[in-house]
């Protein structure tokens, strides 16, 4: 008996010190409940009304299934039923939910823009019950970030962080209105940083696994200290619901866009006028580079800061002031952060030599021009299409081994192009069985395309033909 308890007792003992360390570990887990009743009150449900033309609902090229569910946002696929014979011959209203966080005490809101997109009615609800009605102040749908006003003082407001203070693993938790349920909280870590996802290659996502639902979008996301590091903004699923991944836009980026929106009511952002695509093991392998780092320009456009400095098709960006491009995808990101007029050295590999070159940048030209002919739709072809596009020069012929067309440089996402699945980069080479010669041919053919069928327009996608059918809205609506 003295012999077996020798060796039971220190058995014992080492169970009870092992359910003390694990009771001590779940006491150090984070306790959110000051954190929420010190934010809850600076979050609001933002709920909007706009109305929608289910003629064009019913020409989606997704049919009954709705928008593909990848990287999807989350109002995106909801959609009204369509009821043949509504009222309002056509239109219906659509309601959706989302939510926003108060960032000065005079009003001001933010949120997300793919929450407030083609809003007639906007209202904001604050934690008090009360309800009030919103104006847009500014929204940029290349962040997805948008900021309200709303009229009253004193509101309660969040205190904002240091999203590049982040580190991965770290505690944060959420507050919103998840399918309407106000002042919902989640909590997770974060999963990653500086995330590109392909349709936003302007903003370095926080990835996390905190649960995030339809109605979070524009939500805050906070730190353990109870300040803002990102806003709730995507979620990546294959269900229509949180499957653990969810990506925010940091605080940082947030801000810096909110502030030029209440300046001026738009974005700038840094230009260079190239093409670019990855570099891939083959590539890396004949331009002489050791991994697949760095960006690849496919083309330059005539007079832009790019082909002002002297850029050229074949040129290796590796790096932004001395800031790393880890792939095609960093590039856009680094460089529309810098204000136009500001000088940037890239650091590019060009004939297998490295170099330096000096590059004035500018600002996107669709932030000007695409403003000013969206005002004034009748005097511009290219409007009505939503692209702006340039003739091909015998060396891009040559490259795209197409005979005729024009390149779509730039790309308003929401116009007619878009809609049909037209990509920036792409060829058209005719429209409506005209064939496209250049940007002339191209607007001749816009302003004399019918707008009660789906016109075909043909074009080359990276060395493949292929057809699309488009529609035009008429210049009287």
């Known amino acids: 008996m003295q012999r077996l308890s020798r060796y039971v007792t220190p058995l014992l003992l080492a169970f009870v010190a092992l359910c003390a360390a694990q009771f001590a570990q779940a006491r150090e887990l984070p306790d959110f409940t000051q954190l929420v009743e010190d934010a809850a009150p600076g979050v609001v449900n933002i709920s909007t009304t706009s109305t929608v033309d289910t003629r064009a609902m019913q020409g989606s090229p997704f049919g009954e299934q709705g928008v593909p569910d990848i990287f999807r946002h989350f109002f995106g696929d909801q959609m009204p039923p369509m009821t043949p014979g509504a009222p309002g011959q056509g239109s219906q209203e659509r309601h959706s939910l989302g939510s926003g966080f108060v960032i000065s005490h005079d009003g001001y809101i933010m949120t997300n ?69 106000d002042h919902s909280v989640t909590a997770g870590i974060v999963s990653a940083i500086n995330r590109t996802l392909p349709s936003d290659a302007y903003v370095p996502f926080i990835q996390t696994d905190v649960a995030i639902n339809p109605g979070n979008s524009g939500g805050p996301l906070f730190n353990l200290d109870g300040k803002v590091v990102g806003i709730n903004s995507q979620i990546y699923t294959r269900s229509g619901g949180f499957m653990g991944v969810s990506f925010a836009i940091p605080i940082n980026v947030a801000m810096d866009i909110a502030d030029q929106l209440k300046d001026s009511g738009h974005v700038s952002r840094g230009w260079l006028g190239v093409v670019i695509q990855p570099v891939s093991n083959d590539l890396a392998e004949s331009f002489g580079l050791d991994d697949t780092r760095g960006a690849l320009i496919a083309d330059v456009s005539d007079d832009s800061p790019a082909s002002e400095a002297g850029l050229k098709a074949g040129d290796v960006v590796l790096a932004v002031d001395d800031e790393e491009v880890e792939d095609s995808t960093t590039l856009p990101r680094l460089v529309g952060r810098v204000s136009p007029g500001d000088d940037v050295t890239l650091n590019i590999l060009r004939d297998g030599e490295p170099q330096k070159v000096e590059v004035t940048v500018g ?80 607007i001749e053919a816009v302003e004399n395309a019918p707008t009660d069928r789906a016109i075909p327009v043909r074009i080359v996608r990276e060395g493949r033909s292929l057809f699309v059918a488009l529609r035009l809205q008429s210049t009287d609506d």
């Open 113 to 181: 823009a793919h929450v407030v997109d083609g809003a007639d009615e906007i209202v904001v609800r604050l934690n008090d019950r009360r309800e009030l009605e919103a104006t847009l102040v500014g929204a940029d749908k290349k962040t997805d970030v948008a900021v309200l006003k709303v009229d009253a003082d004193d509101l309660p407001t969040l205190d904002m962080g240091d999203s590049d203070d982040l580190q991965v693993g770290e505690w944060v938790a959420a507050i919103g209105s998840p399918f309407g349920f």
């Open 363 to 442: 600002n996107w030209p669709e932030e000007g021009k695409m403003a000013s002919s969206q005002q004034h739709p009748e005097n511009d072809s290219q409007s009505r299409l939503g692209v702006a596009v340039s003739d091909l020069d015998d060396q891009m012929r040559s490259q795209l081994d197409v005979d005729s067309g024009v390149v779509v440089r730039q790309l308003d996402p929401r116009g007619a192009a878009a809609a049909a699945g037209i990509a920036r980069g792409d060829v058209i080479v005719s429209f409506d069985s005209t064939a496209i010669d250049d940007t002339d041919a191209l």
